[in-house]
């Protein structure tokens, strides 16, 4: 499985970027997708995923600002992002896993549980 993010860049506080992530494999369908970030000099943290029935999950600092969703025909997962704050600016992975149906979000905001991971795009809001 390969993944490709795409979107990432400049932006003043306030602006809004949406970021891309195209993934290989006839499996997308059946996998959960997740969002992470990594600030410098800081571990890398949660942000969204959706499940492969489209649930979501999202880290407290990005909800009502993120939106993640996905495109099963394209292969394709989204994060919208809205109303950035400096605080965002972080190099940004996407993740993949398969499916497992957790019934919590652990599952799902646990970078351990993810099995493939993308270059990562670079995200930085200017204040």
């Known amino acids: 499985v390969q993944l490709i993010e795409s979107g990432g860049g400049l932006v003043q506080a306030g602006g809004s970027l949406r970021l891309s992530c195209a993934a290989s494999?006839?499996?997308?369908?059946?996998?959960?997708m997740g969002w992470f970030r990594q600030a410098p000099g800081k571990e890398r943290e949660f942000v969204a995923a959706v499940t492969s029935t489209s649930r979501t999950y999202y880290a407290d600092s990005v909800k009502g600002r993120f939106t993640i969703s996905r495109a099963n025909a394209k292969n394709t997962v989204f994060l919208q992002m809205n109303s950035l704050k400096p605080e965002d600016t972080a190099v940004y992975y996407c993740a993949t896993q398969i499916d497992r149906y957790y019934s919590g979000s652990y599952g799902y905001t646990d970078d351990k549980r993810y099995d493939y991971w993308g270059q990562g795009t670079q995200v930085t809001v200017s204040s």
């Open positions: 494999g006839r499996t997308f369908s059946t996998n959960a």
